[in-house]
């Protein structure tokens, strides 16, 4: 592996691929350092001090590096592209034209890649509006800290900083794009990788200073341990054989070759997890802003709150596994890759074509979604463990969406740069 990556050093363009994309996010880490105007820099380093944040703006902050809560020039990183992607991709199913626009192939993709630009923007501007919003208020945003985060709070500077987060979520879906077409490729999930990558350092250390040296060896080994399961989880598949029958066309004979159709265990990634964090914390997030004190607001505090509650434990687990199926049902249609096959001749080796093929499919996909969704609610509350276990929750950086994605772009950027070095050599990564 390190010979592959060092043949990939030695490769003039490719050198030059890896280089620019190392720059790219050594600028995205800049920008996500350097404050917004208006904002009290000293305060919020306090505010941080004193106060952990979870929910939902515990999971932004993770996918911004944490430069939500020090409200930087990049503090709502990529969450609005990723959250317009989902909502573009959802619509595919339910509006025809955008499904018309998916069919067209690459210049009905890049109608629908404009689409999501225009949603980011203006997901931009509500987030970064709502951010502030919650900001401008002591105690708000950071529980238990009454120190002024936004000292003026006139219009004229709160639309500055609304401008500058949007201009920021901007360049940031820019510097994406720069990675994809100049870089190694994998952009957005490139810099979603920096901004997770880049704390797992300090909460190792935090780790290391709170509990000791063996808490930190034991969660080193746990760390190893998770790594090695989420890869294993991740790279397995359920292939299903397709035959094609040879055709005769002229002088010209096609088809007559076998593939097969990779279904992966964990087919809907991350997603799930995202859903389920967000829809979650939406009951706490209503008590917090309405400030009842009625007993139905006594019960969500009490249960939905903190994280190693059994009710909270149970719910989350159930919501990530109801997102599961119905992310997979929504972006696997196996009507649909029946008739493919159909179209071109292809067929499954027992089953005949048409409706018993979709079926089939169905059948292996509602079968292979069961332990991928258990998969991903045991590595999502692998931090809870750690709480009940270390307490360390907080600081633990092997488990739930940081340690998925992370191993996921991982690899995926690791396929990347084998495919291109094969093109130059046929060793790739083997040696």
Known sequence: MLAAFGKAFKTPDLRKKIFFTLAIMGLFRFGSIIPTPGVSYSNIQECLKQSNNGGLFGLVNLFSGGALLQLSVFALGIMPYITSSIIVQLLTVVIPRFEALKNEGQSGQAKLTQYTRYLTIGLGVLQSTGLIAVARTPGRLFSGCSLAIIPDTSWTRIATMVCVMTAGTSVIMWLGELITDRGIGNGMSILIFTSI?????????????????????????????????????????????????????????????????????????????????????????????????????????????????????????????????????????????????????????GIRSGRPTSEYLQYVLSRITAPGSAYLAFVAIIPIIALIMVNASQNFPFGGTAILIVVGVGLDTSKQIESQLQQRSYEGFLR
């Not at 359920?238 to 005769?248: C, E, L, M, S």
């Not at 599961?324 to 008739?339: G, L």
């Open 197 to 349: 990558a880049a704390r797992f350092p300090s909460q190792l250390w935090s780790i290391k200073l709170q509990k000791g040296l063996f808490a930190f060896i034991v969660v080193m080994l746990m760390g190893v341990a998770v790594v090695a399961a989420v890869v294993f989880v991740e790279q397995a598949q359920r292939r299903i054989p397709v035959q094609y029958a040879k055709r005769q066309v002229g002088r010209q004979s096609y088809g007559g070759t076998s593939t097969y159709i990779p279904i992966k265990v964990n087919q809907a990634g991350v997603i799930p997890i995202i859903f389920a964090s967000s829809l979650l914390y939406i009951p706490s997030l209503i008590v917090n802003f309405s400030g009842s004190k009625a007993g139905w607001a006594v019960w969500v505090q009490r249960n939905l709150v903190k994280g190693d509650h059994p009710i909270y434990i149970i719910a989350y687990a159930a919501l990530i596994i109801f997102f599961t199926y119905f992310y997979v049902a929504i972006t696997f249609n196996p009507d649909e890759v029946a008739e493919n096959m159909k179209t071109y001749g292809g067929f499954i080796p």
